[in-house]
């Protein structure tokens, strides 16, 4: 076992970590990072398998966590979080992500190389790939029913402010009623669209603050309007239209045409 011990420390932390999991190779750098910030007692037993066919682990990973040092002494930048990557393979194809948690949407917005494809022997004299990620948004998700229970698949939501209703929308589908859209921190009004989904149910506009990073799950229930219990979202009309065009296409006539696409890569 390996053993921390802080005398003034209030905090005592038992971990058993199995160093060639997935797991223990996430729990490693946070248990490092505790001990920096809040220097607990601390006592690490390694177990590991005792045999293994194959070695578990095919990636690289590095944890990260904002602290005070990313705030500029100087001015108002705030320069983030790093992770260093150094001695990786310079013929081995690569792909970098980030593990973040599920809310999250997060992109590269500084970004030279193909990031799904990375070979280091290519990048000639300069050794170094840099890569700058963002936040663009979070996820607002929920489910949908009607007091059936049934969702009311192909409703259709708006998000926005008072000023501007409709700033982003999406439909509710079959699957549990499911639906999610993309927001940021603030205070925002949920309500139907205007049109069909406006004029069958009924949904008072509902008040939503997104005040944390971890994004919101909404549980919502509609009901119909009265005298519009029997008449569905999704009419007929809209099936027979998406009927007539399939059977235009199956009627078509000449020789087959094979497309193929590929996104990008080392073959």
């Not at 990973?61 to 904002?66: A, D, E, M």
Request: proline share 7%; charged share 20%; with cysteine.
């Amino acid at each position: 076992a390996i053993k921390l011990n802080s005398m003034n420390s209030s905090v005592h932390i038992d971990a058993v970590i199995d160093p060639l999991s997935p797991a223990g190779q996430k729990l490693s750098p946070l248990l490092r990072i505790l001990s920096q910030q809040i220097q607990p007692s601390m006592r690490i037993v390694l177990n590991p398998i005792s045999s293994l066919a194959d070695l578990p682990l095919k990636n690289y990973y590095r944890f990260v966590l904002p602290s005070m040092d990313d705030f500029s002494s100087t001015d108002f930048s705030v320069h983030g979080p790093k992770a260093f990557f150094s001695n990786m393979p310079l013929s081995k194809t690569l792909t970098m992500n980030i593990d973040v948690p599920e809310p999250w949407l997060v992109e590269p917005v500084v970004a030279i190389h193909d990031l799904d494809n990375i070979l280091l022997e290519n990048l000639g004299d300069v050794r170094t790939l840099q890569a700058v990620y963002e936040l663009e948004a979070l996820l607002l998700t929920g489910h949908c029913m009607e007091k059936d229970r049934e969702p009311p698949r192909g409703l259709q939501f708006i998000l926005g402010t008072k000023q501007r209703p409709h700033l982003v929308d999406t439909l509710v589908m079959s699957n549990l009623g499911y639906w999610q859209m993309k927001v940021s921190p603030g205070v925002w009004y949920l309500q139907l669209a205007p049109g069909r989904s406006a004029d069958l149910y009924e949904l008072p506009s509902k008040l939503i603050a997104i005040d944390s990073l971890r994004g919101k799950l909404l549980h919502i229930e509609v009901q119909k309007k009265k005298g519009k219990e029997h008449e569905d979202l999704l009419n007929a009309d809209d099936d027979n239209h998406v009927q007539e065009k399939t059977d235009l296409k199956d009627a078509r006539q000449g020789e087959t045409i094979n497309i193929f696409s590929v996104a990008s890569g080392h073959l």
